[in-house]
């Protein structure tokens, strides 16, 4: 059985509604409004064909002296001469490869101890 309190809350209810949905209290309107404007505007500049290829040639300058410092520190590393015993002391105190095991002593110019101490940092 509903109370007369029920049924005014109802009539109430019915009177509010207008047909148009109520509107939602705008909390965060202003900074979408903001952040809008600010990603809306791009400049739009055109690039010139000398400029791209002047780019692309010193991006191409520098990936060749980075490849020819990293061809001569190559030469360097194999010049230096290491042990056998060197490397298999090395192999199985740290547990690591042939190959890892060889550059660290050569990096290291044969020196044991540095190479130990380097693999363990």
Known sequence: MAAE???DLDLEADEN???KPA???RKHDSGAADLERVTDYAEE???????LETAMSV?????SRE?????????ELAKVT??????ELIMSEMEISRSVAERSLREHMGN???ALVALSH
């Open 5 to 7: 309190g029920d049924v």
């Open 17 to 19: 509604c207008t047909g």
């Open 23 to 25: 509107e939602k209290p």
């Open 45 to 51: 500049k055109e690039i010139s064909s000398s400029d």
């Open 59 to 63: 991006i191409g300058d520098r990936r």
């Open 67 to 75: 490849q020819k410092a990293k061809q001569e520190r190559e030469k």
């Open 82 to 87: 290491i042990k056998k015993e060197d490397v």
């Open 112 to 114: 044991v101890v540095q």
